[in-house]
T-cell receptor, first 112, second 117 residues
Framework: GESVGLHLPTLSVQEGDNSIINCAYSNSASDYFIWYKQESGKGPQFIIDIRSNMDKRQGQRVTVLLNKTVKHLSLQIAATQPGDSAVYFCAEKNTGFQKLVFGTGTRLLVSP | SAVISQKPSRDICQRGTSLTIQCQVDSQVTMMFWYRQQPGQSLTLIATANQGSEATYESGFVIDKFPISRPNLTFSTLTVSNMSPEDSSIYLC??????????????FGPGTRLTVL
């Protein structure tokens, strides 16, 4: 496979556990946030987004939490499955500039 | 969502040569973006390519090194010129799905994996 995630922080969990991936974003003016999942050899895949006027948004098995006070974003994955193993990136945007800035990423390893 | 394809999917090139990467989208989109992902790293925006205007480059990227074409609303190319081993990366095409809202999902192609010897 490719070397995506080779030097990234790693979160190891057991299948069935809940996973929490954290991200500290840099720009207090950012008002839109996206989580992406990148599997080896593939491009980033959109998971869930959240606007700055919200502090929580839920999808299928995933929840994103936003804390603007401390510029922190988290992705919670319920009942983690081996297929969730990938590198996860948060991305932020100031919608006045249309530029999406990516965080450093976290590799999630799910053991059966 | 938009379906994005890139050609080539990977290539191995010699130092000093140039490679043109193609990005095709299955629907018309206003905003297209090119990113670079160096080994083990996150994604860095190279430039924004909107149809009908010159590409806008980010700090550290210049048109002579990364010329971009955007001939229509479904296609773009990125050329990596005069390549060196430091250009070895994954190059990703991305599109914004709505020209009317800034809160729009941004989708990515599968990437082009470039190795320069």
């Amino acid at each position: 496979g490719e070397s995506v995630g080779l030097h990234l922080p790693t979160l190891s969990v057991q299948e069935g556990d809940n996973s929490i991936i954290n991200c500290a974003y840099s720009n207090s003016a950012s008002d839109y946030f996206i989580w992406y999942k990148q599997e080896s050899g593939k491009g980033p895949q959109f998971i869930i987004d959240i606007r700055s006027n919200m502090d929580k948004r839920q999808g299928q098995r995933v929840t994103v939490l936003l804390n603007k006070t401390v510029k922190h974003l988290s992705l919670q994955i319920a009942a983690t499955q081996p297929g969730d193993s990938a590198v996860y990136f948060c991305a932020e945007k100031n919608t006045g500039f249309q530029k999406l800035v990516f965080g450093t990423g976290t590799r999630l390893l799910v053991s059966p | 969502s938009a379906v994005i394809s890139q050609k080539p999917s990977r290539d191995i090139c010699q130092r000093g040569t140039s490679l043109t990467i193609q990005c095709q989208v299955d629907s018309q989109v206003t905003m297209m973006f090119w990113y670079r992902q160096q080994p083990g790293q996150s994604l860095t925006l190279i430039a924004t390519a909107n149809q009908g205007s010159e590409a806008t480059y980010e700090s550290g990227f210049v048109i002579d090194k990364f010329p971009i074409s955007r001939p229509n609303l479904t296609f773009s190319t990125l050329t990596v010129s005069n390549m060196s081993p430091e250009d070895s990366s994954i190059y990703l095409c991305s599109v914004g799905t709505s020209q009317w809202s800034s809160y729009n999902e941004q989708f990515f192609g599968p990437g082009t994996r470039l190795t320069v010897l």
